[in-house]
């Protein structure tokens, strides 16, 4: 079963533009994509309608990482997944463009944060994405599952952009 | 020479667009004067996945527009997505076509899968349904619409085109539905007889809707924006852009909440029986 992270080019415009921002200690920005989740014949599919923005007195200054969101940020996050009932799905942005990979610290720190969602929203799935100019890779940890799985993205706009459409992507 | 298709000629459409072509998928709701029309445009142009879906079995009076039906076909009283199955097959045998005679409502877990679903239906109160379905799953839906209208005993032909973006403004941002006009609809219901329906103004339609989906999957230019919705003056054979576009919001306020989006009956129990 394919897992597909679908939202609109209206809201993709959006988040990229918040996540180009500079912050003044932090050197790359993230937020999570608040969605919710359908089943169709052949896939999961997370659908994107909102965006929790990590707010800037939530990042902590550790130069080990591109950015690191404090226990304040992570309980807000928490918060809206818990109020809105909402799978989450974190979201950064490497600036190049090409088909991206997660860093050795991306995939560490994601094995440890996205299942904490659970805690709150137990029976929906939530995942990471990061997204390159022009592509994207994420992973998606699924209730009754122990290891993450694999997320497509699609960008629904004109054009639509979906990532396992494309050869060089 | 093969079965495949070969498709030199619309390389234009970029170096991915065979590939991304062969790997999208559309649904055609209503396979009539106008379903018919595009499930032939999009087998020529190498779209690999159809979904045609509509209940019917052809009758004699299709035969004057329904794209692919044979004098044959309405002796053997042959089901329309049957028909479009064929027409698709012959030009691109390597097409997946999963085609289901019912009405759209009895496959929604096939209808989410798809990319863009084309609305070739006739009553308001349908198109609306279709597009709140689209909106939920942020599926593009392109709906066709054309109808010919009598005043002073004379004839006029009309229609539109109209492209439904998730996040964009909606049917009844550009009052294609309105609640006077489902009403109106459903105080009709059973005694609206056959509307009159001829070949060539679903031609230049469906043109145009294959057009707006190839501008989605394989924009061959990306400076000029689609307009939402285009009308289709049939007596004097033009098309141009809507003047309502002008008074559109930038964002639609029918469909713009979070819990209007996915399954609302939820379980991840769900999850067990896919696996």
């Known amino acids: 079963m394919r897992t597909i992270l679908k939202l609109t080019a209206t809201l993709y415009d959006d988040l990229v533009q918040r996540l180009h921002e500079p912050h003044h200690f932090a050197g790359e920005r993230v937020a999570f994509l608040k969605c919710r989740p359908a089943l169709s014949a052949t896939s999961l599919l997370l659908l994107g309608g909102g965006v929790h923005h990590v707010e800037d007195e939530d990042y902590v200054d550790d130069p080990s990482a591109g950015s690191t969101v404090g226990r304040s940020g992570l309980r807000k996050a928490l918060q809206a997944a818990y109020t809105e009932a909402v799978s989450m799905v974190h979201v950064h942005l490497h600036e190049h463009r090409g088909k991206p990979r997660f860093s050795k610290t991306d995939l560490r720190e994601n094995a440890l944060f996205v299942p904490d969602f659970w805690n709150v929203q137990p029976s929906l799935p939530h995942g990471a994405v990061v997204f390159s100019f022009n592509s994207a890779v994420g992973q998606c940890w699924i209730p009754g599952q122990s290891s993450p799985s694999g997320v497509d993205v699609a960008i629904v706009g004109n054009p639509m952009r979906c990532t396992w459409k494309v050869m060089n992507g | 020479m093969g079965d495949k298709l070969n498709l030199k000629r619309q390389s234009f459409l970029g170096a991915d667009s065979e590939i991304v072509l062969a790997r999208s998928r559309a649904a055609l709701v209503g396979l009539g004067g106008g379903g018919s029309h595009i499930a032939q445009q999009l087998a020529h142009i190498g779209l690999g996945n159809f979904l045609p879906i509509d209940p019917d079995l052809i009758e004699d009076t299709n035969l004057n527009r329904l794209v692919g039906a044979t004098m044959e076909d309405v002796k053997l009283g042959t089901a329309k997505v049957d028909i479009a199955d064929r027409v698709i097959k012959a030009v ?27 609305a070739c239906v006739d009553s308001i109160g349908c198109r609306s349904e279709l597009e709140a379905f689209a909106r939920r799953f942020l599926i593009p839906l392109i709906d066709i619409g054309m109808d010919v209208h009598e005043s ?8 539109q085109v109209m492209l439904s973006m998730p996040g964009k403004p909606c049917m009844r941002c550009m009052g294609l539905v309105t609640d006077e006009a489902l009403a109106a609809e459903a105080a009709r219901y059973g005694a609206a007889g056959g509307k009159p329906q001829v070949v060539w103004p679903n031609g230049t339609l469906a043109s145009i809707a294959v057009g707006f989906f190839m501008k989605l999957v394989a924009p061959w230019e990306t400076h000029k924006e689609t307009p939402l919705l285009l009308e289709y003056d049939g007596d004097v054979q033009t098309v141009s852009q809507s003047n309502k576009l002008a008074y559109l919001p930038a964002h639609c306020k029918h469909f713009d909440r979070l819990n209007e989006l996915g399954d609302p009956f939820w379980t991840p129990d769900a999850l067990t029986i896919v696996e």
């Open chain 2, 92 to 118: 691109n045998p390597a097409a997946e076509v999963i085609k289901r005679r019912a009405n759209w409502t009895e496959v929604t877990a096939e209808l989410r899968d798809v990319d863009v679903i084309f």
């Open chain 2, 152 to 159: 002073n005993g004379e004839f006029s032909i009309s229609g």
